[in-house]
Nanobody, 115 residues
Framework: QVQLVESGGGLVQSGGSLRLSCAAS????????MDWYRQPPGKERELIAG???????NYIDSVKGRFTISRDNAKNTVYLQMNSLKPEDTAVYYC?????????WGKGTLVTVSS
């Protein structure tokens, strides 16, 4: 079993920054790609950033240049540094991994960006 726990969300003004963390437990995830998703109010959940086991990253266009995904394998933790936040970034942010063919999600952390 894999447990994922996100933290670091909160209320921030437009233009501000937050750093989200996703701590994994139960299994070492060093050899697995991990992702961040978000779900804005009333909208579908969307994939916004991913990082492979080798550290290759990818982002959706709307967060490129503002968000940075990284991982610390020693801590079994993935991060999402979010800069230049905009009101449209307001969402619940979720950590995700596919482990042995099964999808695992955290409970999410709420990010609210005020204008």
């Amino acid at each position: 079993q894999v447990q994922l726990v996100e933290s670091g969300g909160g209320l921030v003004q437009s233009g501000g920054s937050l750093r989200l963390s996703c701590a994994a437990s139960g299994r070492r995830l060093t050899n697995y790609a991990m992702d961040w998703y978000r779900q804005p109010p009333g909208k579908e959940r969307e994939l916004i950033a991913g990082i492979t086991s080798g550290g290759t990253t990818n982002y959706i266009d709307s967060v490129k240049g503002r968000f940075t995904i990284s991982r610390d394998n020693a801590k079994n933790t993935v991060y999402l540094q979010m800069n230049s936040l905009k009101p449209e970034d307001t969402a619940v942010y979720y950590c995700h991994v596919v482990y042995y063919g099964m999808n695992y999600w955290g409970k999410g952390t709420l990010v609210t960006v005020s204008s």
